[in-house]
Structure formats: C-alpha cells, structure tokens
C-alpha cells in the first residue's frame, strides 16, 4: 500500500465516524426544542458544508496520481480541520 493509500484510508476512516457524529447531531436536534432548533440550525448547516467539502477534497486526494497527491494533501487537511471544528461547536451547542 502506497502512503498516499494509507493516508486516505485514515482519513476515510475519520471521516466514517464523524458522518455518525453528524447523524447523532442531526437525531439530536430533531428532537430537541423549537427554540433550541431554530438556535442551532445555522450551525448543523455549517457542519453539513463542511462534510461536503471534505468528502469532495478526500474524493479529490483519492483518485490524484502518486505524484500529485502530495499538492492536494494541505487542502484536505485544512477541509478536515473545518470539518472538526464545525463538529466540536455543533456538539457543544447540542449539549
């Protein structure tokens, strides 16, 4: 398995368990207040664009040749960062 094979199924991996983190999110806040919905969607639809983003930047990383990988690799890395963030203010604010 080549590095950048590696480095994908990582971030594969990470990006499986924040989907669940999402979904959790989304189960969550369909269940809770009208109030608290109305508070919180903005940022659930942050979180969503940042999924997007960074499954569409992982896709991207997936299919570069050997020798390209490496220039697509700090744009998914910053995507990923986002996409974590976006993740931990929606939590904090579901809590």
Same mark, same amino acid.
């Given at each position: 398995?080549?590095?950048?094979? @590696?480095?994908?199924?990582?971030? =594969?991996?990470?990006?499986?368990? $924040? ?8 189960? /969550?806040?369909? =269940? #809770? ?11 659930? #639809?942050?979180? /969503? @664009?940042?999924?997007?983003?960074? /499954? #569409?930047? *992982?896709?991207? *990383?997936?299919? @570069?040749?050997?020798? #390209? $990988? ?13 996409? &974590?963030?976006?993740?931990?203010? @929606? &939590?904090?604010?579901?809590?």
């Amino acid at each position: 398995m080549s590095a950048r094979d @590696a480095y994908v199924e990582k971030l =594969k991996a990470q990006f499986d368990q $924040w989907n669940d983190q999402i979904d959790d999110l989304e189960t /969550r806040l369909r =269940k #809770a207040s009208t109030e608290a919905r109305s508070q919180i969607e903005s940022q659930m #639809a942050i979180l /969503r @664009a940042r999924r997007d983003e960074t /499954r #569409a930047r *992982l896709e991207e *990383l997936r299919r @570069a040749s050997e020798d #390209a $990988w490496g220039d697509l690799r700090a744009g998914l890395e910053k995507a990923r960062d986002d996409l &974590a963030e976006a993740l931990r203010t @929606a &939590a904090s604010r579901l809590r």
